[in-house]
């Protein structure tokens, strides 16, 4: 039973702490009259990667101790999130003629595992 806490509660550290950094972009708009769709998605992968590179000297070692839960958090962790940045910024009012980055699903998922595969691969 301590097993599955421990296991649950580095779980939710690690997406309280991917959450904490996607807030910052939270508030980047684009015009949509340019069509910057592709544009906010190669923004996100890269902004992924850098909070992932920047996470790796903040937390210099993985929450989640057992291989195979950390490579399910992998997985799991970006789904999870993507779905709840996307619910949060549902809720929000913003003006029509704008594209936030993560308006979309797939923008707040790639963000996420850009961060969840840099610490998964260099630590």
């Known amino acids: 039973?301590?097993?599955i806490l421990e296991v649950l509660?580095?779980?939710i550290g690690e997406l309280f702490f991917q959450?904490?950094?996607e807030l910052p972009f939270e508030w980047l708009k684009f015009d949509r009259r340019k069509n910057p769709e592709g544009f906010a998605f190669s923004l996100s992968?890269?902004?992924g990667v850098?909070?992932?590179i920047t996470s790796l000297f903040v937390f210099r070692e993985h929450l989640i101790d057992d291989p195979t839960i950390r490579f399910i958090n992998v997985i799991l962790g970006p789904i999870v999130l993507g779905k709840i940045?996307?619910?949060l910024h549902g809720r929000r009012d913003h003006p029509i003629d704008k594209?936030?980055?993560?308006s979309s699903f797939w923008n707040?998922?790639?963000f996420a595992l850009g961060v969840s595969l840099t610490r998964f691969f260099f630590i």
């Open 85 to 87: 940045f996307v619910a």
């Open 108 to 110: 707040a998922y790639i």
């Open 50 to 52: 850098i909070v992932g």
């Open 1 to 3: 039973m301590e097993f």
């Open 99 to 102: 594209i936030y980055l993560w």
């Open 19 to 21: 959450g904490l950094a």
């Open 45 to 47: 992968a890269f902004f």
């Open 9 to 11: 509660l580095k779980f």
